[in-house]
């Protein structure tokens, strides 16, 4: 099924859990808009921080969760059709990327790591480890036993 596997071998598929790896740092290292307006930033990245800032605290905080599961799912989808071992290279990957894409933001301006966006990062990660594992080998074998 398509949703658990790219539909081919080829190489290429990677770039899906790459790209959005990218929008991620991307949207998690991005200064906020004062800092930008500081440094003379275009009125686009300017407008798009702002964009992203506008949230409630909270909710940026638990945006997190869903974020990093669609992460850490693309990665274990990509790796599907490779050997076992790969299963637990996504696996790394996920949890890995989620605690350096938090510390990450030691090195932003005007921004800095928090242990509650790390929480749910890795929730996220452990979330989708789940949902993948369990429901894999339930949805691609209709007639086995939960």
Not at 10 to 32: A, D, E, I, K, N
Not at 72 to 89: D, R
Not at 116 to 123: E, F, Q, S, T, V
Request: with cysteine; proline share 8%.
């Amino acid at each position: 099924m398509w949703i658990f596997s790219p539909p081919s071998e080829h190489c290429l598929w990677v770039l899906l859990p790459l790209s959005f790896s990218f929008l991620l740092q991307l949207l998690t290292g991005l200064p906020r808009p004062d800092l930008l307006e500081s440094l003379d930033a275009s009125d686009l990245l300017i407008e798009f921080s702002e964009g992203v800032f506008s949230y409630p605290f909270w909710l940026q905080d638990l945006s997190h969760l869903p974020l990093f599961a669609l992460f850490s799912w693309l990665w274990y989808w990509y790796c599907n059709n490779k050997p076992t071992i790969w299963a637990s290279h996504a696996f790394h990957i996920s949890w890995s990327y989620a605690c350096i894409n938090e510390l990450s933001q030691f090195f932003v301006p005007n921004r800095f790591p928090s242990l509650g966006d790390l929480i749910m990062n890795l929730l996220g990660v452990a979330l989708s480890s789940y949902l993948y594992f369990y429901l894999t080998p339930r949805i691609l074998k209709p007639g086995s036993k939960k």
